[in-house]
């Protein structure tokens, strides 16, 4: 099995190289992953996300649904279009997937999820929905792109009608529109400025050439996958999983513990796991010398063991960054070690975030 | 298919091996293992006066997908390495079969290269990956 995106035919015709990404055929670069990396921090480049899961929650009880199903409170989200990022949990605490929810009303709310987790994800929201009034709609009929990059904001504008223009006008980080056929919202998952646009896949083709057009660089998963690292932001499967909780991925910023009443799934196991304490934390780890940082290579720290969640190479910075999974005494600034190809290297630990609108920030 | 210089001789590996000249060899990685590892970022390279047998792990290329080892196809003595690839790994990318080269070694034994693949011998090869 091999899904095929929209916009297939435009990368092969950019020349790009194609791998299986969960049983999508994607891009994984057009020649250079880093001369991708470098034009989304330095201009302007492109990603699609068609693959993306686009889940539609309407109906009466769609608020009170969603305030149950993730650790963030929708209950927070006002202002029409204003986006949410949380995590949404088993009833261990462990996540089963992240997401970001748009809200629209207190009836409507359009959800992005992993495409990895699609299965279950949607599976796991159907089981939860009974007893509430309300409708789950998979919305596959469209094609996403994501347009990041200091330029990309200016490069867009180029191609959108005076009626889309003044929509999307001084429109703040986190928060989408639907304008005629497209849905732009300013969210991303590069640390740059930009948007991510949902089209209709009969349009799809055409906004991508016309984006190639103004100099947007078509960038694959392996400049997506150094760029979001750099921003410090979660890949699931990586980072997080199942048997993680979000105390333990640096996503407890998305937990809203206020109302206490609010019975969110997950809610005791985290109260509990507050309560102790004893949750391992996520950390950046920079290594200045030569080498790269990778996946599952062990930690060691004075505190006990941790293990390497995501690592790479930096193209910004010129050095090798990671995510890390540590015990909870390991502090910012501390020097641990870590094992790679046999020999314990030492490097620093930083705060989970890199890089961010072009500039170090550790 | 990716570019294979009838003139130099392969290992499995991915190792090519140039013509020896005073029984000197160059050695480096083929544009086939290039393309699978992707963007270099660091080149390992042994030492100058090195001792090396074939089959040794001699060397490392890491991309920023993986760190690869590079193995010696040849016995003998390294006499240079290409510095340049400290600053511009990406050489190796760009120009596998010339700039990117990695060392070259003074054979034990002239003979050995007779073990190695030729061009048709190693395309084969990456058929069957």
Known sequence: ?362 | MSNIPTELKYATSHEWVSVAVDGIVTVGITEHAQGLLGDMVFVELPDVDDSISTGDDVAVAESVKAASDIYAPVSGTVVEINEELEDAPELVNSDAFGGGWLFKVKLDDASELENLLDAEGYASSIDED
């Open chain 1, 1 to 362: 099995m091999s899904n095929k995106t929209v916009l297939h035919a435009k990368h092969l015709a950019s020349g790009a190289k194609m791998v299986d990404f969960y049983g999508w055929e994607m891009p994984i670069n057009y020649g250079s992953q880093i001369e991708e990396h470098h034009a989304v921090r330095t201009d302007a480049g492109m990603f699609d996300v068609s693959h993306m899961t686009i889940v539609d929650v309407q109906g009466t009880d769609a608020k009170d649904f969603l305030r149950r199903l993730v650790i963030n409170d929708v209950a927070k989200l006002t202002t029409a279009g204003k986006a949410l990022y949380t995590g949404m949990l088993n009833e261990e605490g462990g996540v089963i997937d992240d997401l970001i929810i748009y809200f629209f009303s207190d009836t409507n709310y359009r959800l992005v999820v992993n495409s990895a987790t699609r299965v279950k994800d949607l599976a796991w929201m159907n089981k939860q929905a009974v007893g509430f009034d309300l409708t789950i709609t998979e919305r596959p009929e469209y094609g996403m792109i994501a347009v990041q990059g200091p330029e990309a904001i200016a490069k867009v504008a180029t191609l959108l009608s005076p009626e889309e223009s003044a929509a999307v006008e001084g429109m703040k980080p986190f928060f989408g529109v639907q304008v005629g056929d497209l849905f732009i919202a300013t969210t991303g998952y590069t640390g740059e400025n930009g948007y991510e646009i949902i089209v209709p896949e009969s349009a799809a083709e055409d906004f991508w050439q016309k984006l190639l057009d103004a100099g947007v660089a078509p960038c694959g998963l392996g400049a997506r996958d150094t760029l979001r690292l750099e921003a410090g932001m979660n890949l699931y499967g990586l980072d997080m999983d199942e048997t993680v909780s979000p105390i333990a991925a640096n996503m407890a910023w998305t937990i809203s513990w206020e109302p206490t009443d609010r019975d969110f799934i997950g809610r005791d196991v985290l109260t509990a796991q507050k309560a102790a304490g004893d949750q391992p934390k996520l950390v950046g780890l920079v290594l200045e010398e030569k080498g790269v940082l990778r996946s599952h290579q062990v930690v060691v720290t004075e505190f006990g063991n941790g293990e390497i969640t995501s690592g790479t190479f930096s193209p910004t910075l010129g050095h090798s960054v990671a995510l890390a999974r540590v015990p909870r005494s390991v502090k910012v600034g501390d020097v641990v070690e870590v094992e790679m190809r046999k020999k314990l290297v030492k490097v620093t630990v930083t705060k989970p975030s890199f890089v961010r609108n072009g500039k170090k920030v550790f």
